[in-house]
């Protein structure tokens, strides 16, 4: 590999993260992935992970002391059986072409082999990988290791927030901010809710602490609609102001954006993602972004294509059969 003053290291705990972040950012940036992460946001994430060992699971690689690139794997269980294994290889395009992506993809599959030798083996057992539709490499490294597309997510963009229909809710519901006794229930309801869509995973109590230390967590932005004291559907805005101050832009999120199946194909995802849409702009918000599975079994992408949102960036989720 030639990259003079390369090394590559374990993590070695909270100490590392302020170094992970410029090439995380920068990462992003090469993917399309125009948002910023800040130390508090990466934070929390590392201290909320799930079935990873950051000591074990994670592989920095530096050029001269300094960190230009990181591996890191995990696995979690489905609700249907079997475990998905996953794994990150994030490298800013000024580190790649020169194999770097390829030692820390290959430490990677070896780690989840390791991980994979402890566990009872599934029929449902996988590995999965994704990539943008900037990252041509990315694409290239997943074929040639035996991955497959097995869904489409697409991020998606209102580029301004004028002429926002109104909302129509449905009779017998209820919009208002959750209480903190409640903020468990609006959580399992997003659990429930996505339960049968691709990727779902068994949630654990590191996943609760997440949603309630998560960085842009504002419940005065929420939209959640009840049925008495039941959640019924929700959309979860944000703001994260640290990625509008770095791209001077005012774009708000429409996301978790999640109905329970007893309350479906009544209009209600609509009417909160309107309300949403209202909630960002009377915040000073010029545009709003959202992601999807292209494959919503509930047509969730022509929903949002209806009120104005417009494809700007396609990620394929490779998958593969653990071997």
């Not at 490298?91 to 566990?119: K, Q, S, V, Y």
């Not at 963009?157 to 002429?163: A, C």
């Not at 949403?276 to 009377?282: G, M």
Request: glycine share 8%; charged share 30%; with cysteine.
């Amino acid at each position: 590999m030639a990259i003079p003053g390369l090394s590559f290291r374990p993590y070695r705990g909270d100490e590392d993260l302020p170094g992970l972040l410029a090439p995380l950012n920068a990462a992003w940036r090469d993917m399309g992935i125009d948002t910023v992460e800040t130390l508090t946001g990466l934070t929390t994430a590392y201290h909320t992970l799930t079935n990873c060992d950051l000591e074990r699971d994670a592989l920095i690689a530096e050029v001269d002391g300094d960190v230009v690139g990181y591996g890191r794997v995990e696995w979690r269980e489905q609700p249907e059986g079997g475990r998905i294994y996953s794994q990150i290889c994030l490298i800013p395009d000024a580190w790649g072409g020169r194999g770097l992506g390829t030692a820390l993809f290959g430490w990677n599959a070896r780690r989840i082999a390791e991980i994979a030798a402890e566990h009872e083996r599934h029929a449902l057992d996988c590995v999965e990988v994704w990539a943008t539709d900037r990252q041509p490499a990315g694409h290239a490294l997943a074929r040639a290791a035996g991955f497959e597309a097995a869904a489409y997510e697409a991020t998606m963009v209102r580029p301004d927030l004028e002429d926002l229909p109104d909302p129509v809710l449905p009779e017998g519901f209820e919009v208002r901010t959750p209480r903190p006794d409640e903020m468990r229930k609006v959580w399992e309801a997003d659990v429930e809710a996505f339960r049968d869509h691709f990727g779902a995973i068994e949630p654990s109590e590191a996943d609760f602490t997440h949603f309630l230390e998560y960085q842009w967590y504002e419940p005065e932005l929420w939209r959640i609609a009840w049925d008495g004291a039941e959640v019924a559907s929700q959309v979860r805005a944000f703001i994260n102001t640290a990625e509008n101050e770095q791209f001077g832009r005012r774009r708000g999120y429409t996301e978790d954006i999640s109905t329970r199946r007893p309350y479906r194909r009544r209009g209600l995802a609509r009417a909160l993602l309107v309300m949403s849409l209202h909630a960002l702009k009377e915040r000073g918000m010029q545009e709003a972004a959202l992601s999807v599975h292209t494959e919503n079994p509930l047509g969730a992408l022509d929903l949002y294509e209806s009120v104005g949102f417009r494809r700007t960036l396609l990620s394929t989720i490779y998958r593969r059969p653990l071997r």
